[in-house]
């Protein structure tokens, strides 16, 4: 019978969310998940598909079920451990979505307007979602049920994880002593691989659809090489780390192969003394990438054609999930004077 490890608590929590929506390209593993599986040994983690945050832009409901699938067995692909993590669907743990309401009302609805994100998307708009507004709130159940100490996120997202800060710290002085007061851990190495065809621009999903703008993690491997030896660079032809804003775009090339290499700057650089130009650059870092994702692309269409696996894997994470998640939202029940039963 499969169990997961128990773990004494010398190890701290991590809570990650991503939604299912776009297709997962390198900017999401070298910035999220090739940390997360680096780093199971390390903490004891909660990875979680967040569905329930995906619905606020009224998604197509076939593709939503389709994507949110997809994206489960390229984390399973990537070497997310159910011996080692909890990886689970947002929607298949209850308790995230009735936190959420138990946080909706110790929540200023002025925290929630000053967010940054929502000021951004709702922008224009003639009306926008409850969900949108409060999509920071059920972000903070996500990352309070499970007592977690750090919750890595990109810039983006930083304040989101602030406000669930605030949000624990006021219903602690509320209802006494209930949650740890998470910390955003913003990654140093990786966290931000710029678009192909605009280093200035961070590779995104939402961009995803731009001719060359992004490396997906599912592209075959022409695909990659293509895309790379269509990267935008400079006319310098030196192949070096630099901070000059013109010279962005052989920084990133550089920084992927760093990060996937794993080595320091100057074997970076070391390794291209003798290239003959950027072109050679592009090559190698196209290279390395397809070496990479090779493997995750082969173990992803192995799961993805498997349902009935993919889906017993993730039953067992919803369980796990459960287990703790509900034991955290009784306690916050009993607090708020709620009769549990």
Same mark, same amino acid.
């Given at each position: 019978?499969?169990?997961?490890?128990?773990?004494?608590?010398?190890?701290?929590?991590?809570?990650?969310?991503?939604?299912? *929506?776009?297709?997962?390209?390198?900017?999401?593993?070298?910035?999220?998940?090739?940390?997360?599986?680096?780093? $199971?040994?390390?903490?004891?983690?909660?990875?979680?598909?967040?569905?329930?945050?995906?619905?606020?832009?009224?998604?197509?409901?076939?593709?939503?079920?389709?994507?949110?699938?997809?994206?489960?067995?390229?984390?399973?692909?990537?070497?997310?451990?159910?011996?080692? *993590?909890?990886?689970?669907?947002?929607?298949?743990? *209850?308790?995230?979505?009735?936190?959420?309401?138990?946080?909706?009302?110790?929540?200023?609805?002025?925290?929630?307007?000053?967010?940054?994100?929502?000021?951004?998307?709702?922008?224009?708009?003639?009306?926008?979602?409850?969900?949108?507004?409060?999509?920071?709130?059920?972000?903070?159940?996500?990352?309070?049920?499970?007592?977690? $100490?750090?919750?890595?996120?990109?810039?983006? !997202?930083? !304040?989101?994880?602030?406000?669930?800060?605030?949000?624990?710290?006021?219903?602690?002085? +509320?209802?006494?002593?209930?949650?740890? +007061?998470?910390?955003?851990? +913003?990654?140093?190495?990786?966290?931000?691989?710029?678009?192909?065809?605009?280093?200035?621009?961070?590779?995104?999903?939402?961009?995803?659809?731009? &001719?060359?703008?992004?490396?997906?993690?599912?592209?075959?491997?022409?695909?990659?090489? &293509?895309?790379?030896?269509?990267?935008?660079?400079? *006319?310098?032809?030196?192949?070096?780390?630099?901070?000059?804003?013109?010279?962005?775009?052989?920084?990133?090339?550089?920084?992927?192969?760093?990060?996937?290499?794993?080595?320091?700057?100057?074997?970076?650089?070391?390794?291209?003394?003798?290239?003959?130009?950027?072109?050679?650059?592009?090559?190698?870092?196209?290279?390395?990438?397809?070496?990479?994702?090779?493997?995750?692309?082969?173990?992803?269409? !192995?799961?993805?054609?498997?349902?009935?696996?993919?889906?017993?894997?993730?039953? +067992?994470?919803?369980?796990?999930?459960?287990?703790?998640?509900?034991?955290?939202?009784?306690?916050?029940?009993?607090?708020?004077?709620?009769?549990?039963?």
């Amino acid at each position: 019978m499969w169990e997961k490890k128990v773990y004494m608590n010398e190890k701290n929590t991590v809570f990650s969310g991503v939604q299912p *929506s776009g297709d997962p390209q390198l900017g999401n593993y070298l910035g999220a998940f090739k940390g997360w599986v680096e780093r $199971q040994e390390e903490k004891d983690n909660y990875f979680c598909v967040v569905d329930l945050h995906a619905l606020t832009v009224t998604p197509d409901p076939i593709e939503l079920r389709k994507q949110t699938r997809e994206l489960a067995a390229i984390l399973f692909a990537c070497g997310i451990d159910p011996d080692k *993590s909890t990886l689970f669907v947002q929607s298949h743990v *209850s308790s995230h979505a009735e936190s959420c309401w138990l946080l909706n009302c110790v929540t200023p609805i002025g925290w929630l307007e000053r967010m940054t994100q929502f000021k951004d998307k709702s922008k224009g708009q003639e009306r926008v979602s409850t969900g949108l507004l409060d999509y920071p709130v059920l972000m903070a159940g996500d990352i309070l049920l499970y007592d977690a $100490q750090e919750v890595p996120v990109g810039e983006d !997202q930083k !304040q989101h994880v602030e406000l669930a800060r605030d949000i624990a710290e006021r219903f602690n002085r +509320i209802y006494g002593e209930t949650f740890v +007061i998470p910390e955003p851990v +913003i990654p140093e190495i990786g966290g931000r691989v710029m678009g192909l065809n605009d280093p200035n621009v961070k590779m995104s999903k939402s961009y995803s659809h731009i &001719r060359g703008h992004a490396v997906r993690m599912l592209d075959d491997p022409k695909e990659i090489e &293509r895309s790379f030896m269509r990267a935008v660079t400079d *006319s310098s032809n030196e192949i070096r780390f630099s901070d000059d804003p013109d010279r962005a775009g052989v920084n990133n090339l550089l920084g992927i192969y760093k990060v996937i290499t794993g080595k320091p700057e100057e074997s970076v650089e070391r390794d291209f003394y003798d290239a003959r130009g950027y072109g050679d650059l592009k090559k190698a870092v196209a290279e390395v990438v397809i070496e990479e994702l090779s493997p995750i692309r082969e173990k992803y269409h !192995q799961l993805i054609n498997d349902v009935e696996e993919l889906d017993r894997l993730l039953s +067992i994470g919803a369980e796990q999930a459960r287990a703790i998640s509900d034991q955290k939202l009784r306690l916050m029940k009993e607090k708020m004077g709620l009769i549990v039963s």
